[in-house]
T-cell receptor, first 109, second 114 residues
């Protein structure tokens, strides 16, 4: 089955800096790659996703890139703000959705 | 996106009792719902896929007699933790795929077994 690895597990940046989170997947049949933001005790919220026929997608300060050949995809957050602090999960879907271990992002004011 | 409602949000029970968690898809008819479990500071682990009108599909290592899933309608799936023990304490969360494959989550249920 699909195996998703996510790095780093924790990330601390200064407000205004960029943050990058990277994920790799194992199943070449995976064709959908969402990213979720989860605040403490709350449900994961979909923030951006990308499908396998696209290499990059951007939504304001958030962007995702996908390299199907290398089987890795990344989340980029620019101009980070304290409210971006949360746990971020990547996921990959072949038959079902599998999640990475999560990255705890802290944005220091 | 799909609106998913989950109840209760928090439950505390005694060891040996059973707890039922409901997951409702409010604006989307879901033939399939998913149940995840999340331990503190850990990722979302798929427990089972709930199929409307048929048996759920369980992931390896998940006891089907322990975690009973019923998906009797296109808008409701229930997860019953039977004979709960302290090690079952966790955050349980359901999800639904919308028509465009996006996955939306319920608000989760924090289960604490004393």
């Amino acid at each position: 089955g699909e195996n998703v690895e996510q790095h780093p597990s924790t990330l601390s940046v200064q407000e205004g800096d960029s943050a990058v989170i990277k994920c790799t997947y194992s199943d070449s049949a995976s064709n959908y790659f969402p990213w979720y933001k989860q605040e403490l005790g709350k449900r994961p919220q979909l923030i951006i996703d990308i499908r396998s026929n696209v290499g990059e997608k951007k939504d304001q300060r958030i962007a995702v890139t996908l390299n199907k050949t290398a089987k890795h995809f990344s989340l980029h957050i620019t101009e980070t703000q304290p409210e971006d602090s949360a746990v971020y999960f990547c996921a990959a879907r072949a038959n079902d959705m599998r999640f990475g271990a999560g990255t705890r992002l802290t944005v220091k004011p | 996106g799909a609106v998913v409602s989950q109840h209760p949000s928090r439950v505390i029970c005694k060891s040996g009792t059973s707890v039922k968690i409901e997951c409702r898809s409010l604006d989307f008819q879901a033939t399939t719902m998913f149940w995840y479990r999340q331990f503190p500071k850990q990722s979302l682990m798929l427990m089972a896929t709930s199929n409307e009108g048929s048996k759920a599909t369980y992931e390896q290592g998940v006891e089907k007699d322990k975690f009973l899933i019923n998906h009797a309608s296109l808008t409701l799936s229930t997860l019953t933790v039977t004979s709960a023990h302290p090690e079952d304490s966790s955050f349980y969360i359901c999800s639904v795929h919308s028509h465009n494959e996006k996955l939306f989550f319920g608000s989760g249920t924090q289960l604490s077994v004393l």
